[in-house]
């Protein structure tokens, strides 16, 4: 009799992980799904010309609307995120926002850990005030401290982007959950 059990647990083994790959993910399957281990090809487009300094007439200072929601379906998170079709949600709205000025970009000089999806980095540690994998430190923008509290800072696998619109600003890309937040790299 427990031959016949073995018999029959050793195909449910191997096909239970085969089925729950699958969960959110059918052919054809959502395209806008969010999270799941989806990890984008690039990362944002540019929005428009890089550029660093204080508003001008010609580029005035979009406001941060206090109230601004990510949310643009339902079950999608209220944080910035990416769609698994590559749409980054959220990234246009604070292109010209004097939040992002940086005195001395890249202070800390450049990551150069590698980027995009073939760069996927396991958490070490830390917090969004500091974190860090690889030997790499960073830290999660103040105003983006909102969107990142239920990361796991110990085990989540992050992929880095450069921000093409803001001059001494990275993306840190949550791979569990499909959301991103702007960091500083600090060093090694």
Same mark, same amino acid.
């Given at each position: ?7 029959? +647990? ?17 052919? *054809?399957?959502?395209?806008? /799904?969010?999270?799941? *281990? ?7 487009? /540019? ?7 204080? +508003?001008?007439?010609?580029?005035? /200072? ?51 850990? %590698? ?8 958490? %070490?540690?830390? %917090? ?12 999660? /923008? ?29 993306? +840190? ?13 600090? %060093?090694?």
């Amino acid at each position: 009799m427990q031959r016949i059990y073995t018999l029959l +647990a050793v195909p449910l083994l191997l096909v239970l992980p085969l089925y729950a790959q699958h969960q959110g993910h059918p052919e *054809g399957g959502n395209q806008n /799904a969010v999270g799941g *281990g989806y990890i984008p090809r690039s990362g944002p487009p /540019a929005q428009g010309t890089m550029r660093q300094g204080p +508003a001008t007439e010609t580029h005035p /200072a979009e406001p941060h609307p206090d109230n601004h929601s990510f949310r643009d379906q339902e079950g999608h998170p209220e944080a910035p995120h990416v769609h698994q079709n590559g749409e980054w949600v959220g990234h246009d709205w604070g292109r010209n926002d004097p939040r992002f000025h940086l005195d001395h970009p890249w202070e800390h000089g450049h990551f150069e850990g %590698g980027f995009g999806p073939r760069f996927v980095w396991r958490l %070490g540690g830390g %917090g969004p005030s500091r974190f860090w994998f690889g030997g790499y430190y960073f830290s999660v /923008a103040s105003f983006d401290l909102g969107y990142c509290g239920d990361w796991n800072w110990n085990d989540d696998d992050v992929v880095i982007y450069d921000d093409p619109d803001h001059v001494g600003w990275y993306l +840190a890309y949550n791979v569990r959950l499909g959301v991103y937040v702007h960091v500083l790299y600090l %060093g090694r």
